[in-house]
């Protein structure tokens, strides 16, 4: 019996000796995460970006607060941002989100501007940006989801002082002592010999030069030869006319675009700037995935502010899939208001009652709704994509706008003013154009 009670209180002294060793254990960890690895190589065919080994050909929006699940499901592989924290989600979240959909991330890195007060004279200031940036890339260089930095934004954009060059190297070289796996790129404004010489010649580090174009990158292949660039070229915003680069009215207001006019610009001008520099030219993200206010609400975001998608949107399905989505967005023909345009230099009178109308049709034949919209014309002098205010409403003018047609009162005082129609067709798209007009 004795020895019996012995190898009971043996047995049990061992079971809590294994307990006590699994409780102590650290419980077990989640596979670690492969770092995406980029590169740039030049193969027979032209300049590659390689991720983890394989070509990558950069088919990606500029995405600051938009849809990433959109995104992805539109057949997007990547999208850039601006800046590592954008004021709402951390440049982790946003990373997070993107591997949760599969997507790749060109981060933004800000670096002062010139043009809005930075002085590149000023060595503490360039100083205490540098730790601020090296501090950014150490908190996100081994995000599997991260494929490049991307470091500044238009620095030549209103800038005289050369500086900003020697200081975007030196970031560079920070940047690829500490994180040897992403390549580094800056992003200019337009692509002229000048530019491209200088930023060559003072920032040696950089693996790819981006560039930003809007009616301008038609131009891309002779602005390149001009140039006389010959590395690897990223093209980091395109997309909708810029409002610097049409018509305006005799009061100075620019004239947008309708939407449908717009996708046809977003097919043709990847056609003939982005798909044939192959040689050159490693992807493109196109401008903007997302709605923003820059002179007005629908300049240049794909999206509208409810989160209906444009026929832009369509546009770049088609582009990076070769077919359309399921479903596409309503179709806009002529627009007028009292049988004028907007090139017309439209003039109301206060008060007066005038006629509105809209030929819009639906590639689903999907039912469509109308909405009519009275702005006062944007008063920003805004310049490079800074924030501006969004015009006011003007309430209570409109005695019919449920329909293609409308019937509607000018306001009372005196200015510019815009007429937007929408057109909503059930399943998250819209169609927009506007008219300036002027009440005297």
Known sequence: MKHHNLVIQHVILIFLSISLFACNSPSPKEPKKEISKTEVRKTDEGYRLFLNGEPFFIKG?????????????????????????????????????????????????????????????????????????????????????????????????HSENPKVWDAVNEISKMIHEIDPNHITTTSLAGMNKETVNLVVERVPDL???????????????????????????????????????????????????????????????????????????????????GQKQERTPTWFGMFMPDGNETESVDAMHYIWNGEWPGNRSPRLGDFTLEGKRAPDNVKLKPGKAYNAAVEVSDPDKDELTYEWVVMEESKTQATGGDPEKVPQAIDGLFQTDAAPTATFKAPSEPGAYRLFIYVMDGNKHTAHANIPFAVE
Request: aromatic residues 12%.
């Open 61 to 157: 929006a500029g995405l600051e607060f938009g849809d990433i699940k959109a995104l992805a499901s539109h057949g997007a592989n990547a999208f850039r941002t601006w800046r590592t924290d954008n004021g709402q989600r951390s440049g982790k979240e946003v990373l997070d989100e993107a591997h949760q959909y599969g997507l790749k991330v060109a981060m933004g890195i800000d670096v002062g501007r010139e043009r809005l007060g930075f002085d590149y004279d000023d060595e503490a200031a360039v100083k205490a940006q540098y730790d601020r940036i090296k501090n950014e890339v150490m908190e996100l260089k081994d995000h599997p989801a991260l494929i490049m930095w991307g470091i500044g934004n238009e620095l030549n954009h």
């Open 207 to 289: 693996d790819v030069l981006s560039v930003q174009m809007y009616a301008e990158i038609e131009i891309l292949p002779q602005r390149i030869e001009e140039s006389g660039y010959e590395g690897p070229l990223l093209v980091t915003e395109w997309g909708a006319t810029g409002y610097w680069e049409v018509a305006n009215t005799e009061w100075g207001a620019p004239l947008e675009n309708n939407s449908s006019v717009k996708a046809d610009f977003y097919r043709s001008r990847y056609e003939k700037a982005i798909a044939s520099q192959s040689e050159q030219v490693i992807g493109s993200f196109v401008f903007l995935w």
